[in-house]
T-cell receptor, first 109, second 116 residues
Framework: AQRVTQPEKLLSVFKGAPVELKCNYSYSGSPELFWYVQYSRQRLQLLLR??SRESIKGFTADLNKGETSFHLKKPFAQEEDSAMYYCALSGQDFNKFYFGSGTKLNVKP | GAVVSQHPSWVICKSGTSVKIECRSL??????MFWYRQFPKQSLMLMAT?????????EQGVEKDKFLINHASLTLSTLTVTSAHPEDSSFYIC????????????FGQGTRLTVV
C-alpha cells in the first residue's frame, strides 16, 4: 500500500528562521514525489517535484530512499510562505496521486 | 499554466437527489483525471482515477454506484453523487494530469457540496 506521512499538523516559525516540513513515504516501487502548496482561499498548486531537483521560492526537497523521506526545506522563512503544504506520491505510471495529511506552516513576523 | 475548472463551485441539494460535478481541463487534454474528497481540516482522499474512454478505477471503500464517474472526452470528467445523503456533504476536488516530460497534476478549485 502507498502511504504518505506528514507528522506535523502545524509548524510555526519566525520570519528568517529555517523551516523543515517532514514527509515520509512507503511505496513498493520507485515513487515520484511532489510537494503541493495551498495558499489561503486558493487551489492546490505544485511547488516542486523530486525529479526536477529544482528550487522554487527558496524551497528544496531531497529524496532520501534509504530513509524513505522527502522533507521540504527552506533556510529563511518568509511571511508569505504561510500556507498548507502537502506531500504527494505517485507511481511512475502516474495512475494514482496520494497525499499526506498536510502541514500548516505559519511564519510569524 | 494549465487550468482546470470545476463547476459548480458550490451546490446545495436535498437528500435523495443526485448532483453532477464537472471537471474540465481548459487548455490541455487530460487522459487521466483524479477525484478527491476533502473533509474539514483534513487531507485529500483519493476517490478514483478517471481515464478517458474507460471505466474509472475506484479506491477501496469508495462506492462505485454512489459516486459515478464519467470521462467521456479528453477535457471533461464528471462526478455524479447519486441519492445524496447529508454524510456526502464535503469538498470535492478534481485534478487533471498534464502529460509529457515533467508530468504534473493541476487542480480544480473544488466544489463544496451540502446535502440537506
Amino acid at each position: 500500500a502507498q502511504r504518505v506521512t506528514q507528522p506535523e499538523k502545524l509548524l510555526s516559525v519566525f520570519k528568517g528562521a529555517p523551516v523543515e516540513l517532514k514527509c515520509n513515504y512507503s511505496y513498493s516501487g520507485s515513487p515520484e514525489l511532489f510537494w503541493y502548496v495551498q495558499y489561503s482561499r486558493q487551489r492546490l498548486q505544485l511547488l516542486l517535484r523530486h525529479i526536477s531537483r529544482e528550487s522554487i521560492k527558496g524551497f528544496t526537497a531531497d529524496l532520501n530512499k534509504g530513509e524513505t523521506s522527502f522533507h521540504l526545506k527552506k533556510p529563511f522563512a518568509q511571511e508569505e510562505d504561510s500556507a498548507m503544504y502537502y506531500c504527494a506520491l505517485s507511481g511512475q505510471d502516474f495512475n494514482k496521486f496520494y497525499f499526506g495529511s498536510g502541514t500548516k506552516l505559519n511564519v510569524k513576523p | 499554466g494549465a487550468v482546470v475548472s470545476q463547476h459548480p463551485s458550490w451546490v446545495i441539494c436535498k437528500s435523495g437527489t443526485s448532483v453532477k460535478i464537472e471537471c474540465r481541463s481548459l487548455d490541455f487534454q487530460a487522459t487521466t483525471m483524479f477525484w478527491y474528497r476533502q473533509f474539514p481540516k483534513q487531507s485529500l482522499m483519493l476517490m478514483a482515477t478517471s481515464n478517458e474512454g474507460s471505466k474509472a478505477t475506484y479506491e477501496q471503500g469508495v462506492e462505485k454506484d454512489k459516486f459515478l464517474i464519467n470521462h467521456a472526452s479528453l477535457t471533461l470528467s464528471t462526478l455524479t453523487v447519486t441519492s445524496a445523503h447529508p454524510e456526502d456533504s464535503s469538498f470535492y476536488i478534481c485534478s487533471a494530469l498534464l502529460p509529457g516530460q515533467g508530468v504534473q497534476a493541476f487542480f480544480g478549485q473544488g466544489t463544496r457540496l451540502t446535502v440537506v
